[in-house]
């Protein structure tokens, strides 16, 4: 498994999650990583991108969904090949099956995929 994302569960409305995502060390050490999610009945969204950090050519830069900016906020920890996305005033709508992307452009394309992680806002 190249990507892994976990994290998900069952929050209320106002709450939040903090979701990670595990990359191979290859892949983290040459790639950037999004967010996009997946609502029941939707077509799959980009929720947020942060850009690989190599001290050189790549800094890391953060990218938002007009509808998570100011509530989401994505991280990158070099040393745990992880990616979080912490979610924090969350809301029924932000209920999908969230997924983690390997890619080197926020544009994409995105080569490697990880398995979804459910995440379920009551009201």
């Known amino acids: 498994v190249q990507l892994q994302a976990s994290g998900g569960g069952l929050v209320q409305a106002g709450g939040s999650l903090r979701l990670s995502c595990v990359a191979s060390g290859d892949i983290f050490s040459r790639y950037g990583v999004a967010w996009f999610r997946q609502a029941p009945g939707k077509e799959r969204e980009f929720v947020s991108f942060i850009r690989l950090n190599d001290g050189r050519l790549s800094d890391g830069r953060t990218y938002y969904a007009d509808s998570v900016k100011g509530r989401f906020t994505i991280s990158r920890d070099n040393a745990k090949n992880t990616v979080y996305l912490q979610m924090n005033g969350l809301r029924p709508d932000d209920t999908a099956v969230y997924y983690c992307?390997?890619?080197?452009?926020?544009?994409?394309?995105?080569?490697?995929w990880g398995q979804g992680t459910k995440v379920t806002v009551s009201s």
């Open positions: 992307a390997a890619g080197q452009k926020v544009i994409g394309p995105f080569d490697y």
